[in-house]
């Protein structure tokens, strides 16, 4: 430990008589063996342990154990340290630790219901629901309870992700008509959807706040979010690269660069980057006859705002404005932070990546485990703001499944709309053809 300069060791005894140790610094958990972290989370008869210590503990045992090992040995604990040899006092004993051992299982089921996928964590909660049903009326029908509003709750997400999915399906039919510019005329265009930026920056903002919830089967959440942005700068390259017209084509850029700005002022940044990443891809950004009739200051001070150098510094400043804001809101639309997403992933790749989880002596590092359940919870926190704006199906419908252009696609249209400038991108106009 004094290797570690973490501080001073703690004891904890728990309640099966075992002395397990824990390092704290100023009252702060900041290493331990697994055993002792999972043993920490075992309630007794007086002892239940802290909310946000169940969330950082249960978010990140998985890089340890699995979930399932993990709630076997919470359940089979749980009831062990209760033995007496005394058959009538162990079931006294029991159902005492009873509503909390529920109380347990209940937020795990709610903040973490995927891992109750697995069909082996649900067999575990039908045996402790039994086991409950022995000693404790009141918490085997609150047990029974919290595994119906689960089955409900990863019902309602299967379904929804089956809708997502045939909405995606639909999406990647691209039509032959598509693949020529001339013939993609009949395409409705997004100012004949919508030509009110403020209320596109609404329904994206839908989009992202449900996305949040989306997850394919076998692969994870974040790939939701990935498809999503990249769909989303590729509509308005293909929107923006699709009119024959130069003046529609700085009429459609001057719209997005609007709804750009509403989506920084309702707090979608997520939305605002995949904006200006469809403005930047080089299709777009070599239309200099078109951008030469667009007035650019506000999509400068956009891109300002977004700009990577010094780690996204502008943005994450931005961030936390209306982080602030969000805490201290009056209305539901105060509240929205939609954060942009790639770089969360990437700050919590890295803080995983660049941060040991184990200390030289075998313990963990708790004080990782803190900062991860800190990045994600206030994810969470944000994700679970209602959207205050009404929905419009026929917006929502275009943004999800109007065709798009494939990179390819993309050039050749560009090409179309302003022929090539040197001998490089003759070339690259004679190979896409």
């Known amino acids: 430990l004094a290797e570690n300069n973490m501080g001073v060791t703690g004891f904890s005894t728990c ?53 399932y090992e993990l709630m076997t040995r919470v359940c089979h604990l749980c009831v062990e340290q209760q033995r007496s040899g005394d058959a009538l006092l162990d079931k006294i004993r029991f159902r005492e630790v009873a509503p909390k051992l529920v109380q347990l299982l209940t937020e795990w089921t709610e903040t973490f219901p995927y891992d109750f996928r697995d069909e082996r964590m649900m067999r575990c909660l039908k045996d402790m629901t039994h086991h409950v049903a022995r000693g ?63 209320v596109l920056a609404q329904q994206l903002t839908h989009i992202e706040l449900v996305r949040g919830f989306f997850r394919k089967r076998k692969t994870s959440n974040l790939e939701a979010y990935v498809s999503w942005f990249n769909r989303l700068s590729y509509l308005v390259a293909t929107e923006i690269c699709m009119p024959v017209k130069k003046k529609h084509r700085a009429r459609i850029i001057e719209f997005f660069i609007d709804v750009a700005q509403e989506c920084f002022n309702i707090g979608n940044f997520n939305s605002l980057m995949a904006i200006i990443t469809g403005m930047n891809m080089s299709p777009v950004a070599r239309l200099k006859k078109t951008w030469s009739k667009v007035n650019t200051d506000k999509f400068e001070i956009l891109e300002h705002q977004m700009d990577p150098s010094s780690n ?66 206030e994810f969470l926190v944000w994700r679970q703001v209602i959207c205050p704006f009404d929905r419009d199906r026929r917006i929502l419908q275009y943004l999800v499944t109007t065709p798009i252009f494939s990179e390819d696609e993309l050039h050749l249209a560009s090409y179309e709309s302003e022929g090539p400038e040197n001998n490089m991108e003759k070339d690259s106009r004679r190979s896409l053809r």
Not at 142 to 153: H, S, Y
Not at 315 to 332: I, V
Not at 349 to 355: K, S
Request: net charge neutral; charged share 20%; glycine share 4%.
């Open 312 to 377: 996204f510094s502008n943005y994450r400043t931005a961030l936390r404005g209306a982080t602030q804001r969000s805490e201290t809101a009056h209305s539901s639309q105060e509240k929205i932070v939609i954060p942009f997403f790639s770089l969360l992933i990437k700050d919590i790749y890295f803080l995983n990546e660049g941060c040991a989880s184990r200390l030289p002596n075998g313990h963990i590092n708790f004080e990782k485990l803190w900062e991860l359940a800190k990045q994600v919870s």
């Open 15 to 67: 309640g099966s008589g075992h002395t397990k140790e824990m390092c704290y610094h100023d009252n702060s958990l900041v290493s331990a063996s697994l055993e002792a972290l999972i043993q920490h989370l075992v309630p007794t008869v007086d002892y239940y342990p802290d909310r946000s210590y169940v969330f950082t503990f249960l978010l990140s045992s998985r890089l340890f154990l699995h979930p």
């Open 136 to 198: 404790d009326e009141y918490s085997w029908r609150a047990m029974q309870q919290m595994t119906q509003r689960l089955i409900k709750r990863l019902s309602a997400l299967g379904q929804y992700e089956e809708a997502v999915a045939a909405l995606n399906t639909v999406a990647m039919e691209r039509p032959a008509s598509l693949k020529s510019k001339q013939a993609s005329g009949q395409r409705s265009d997004v100012l004949s959807v919508c030509d009110d930026p403020f």
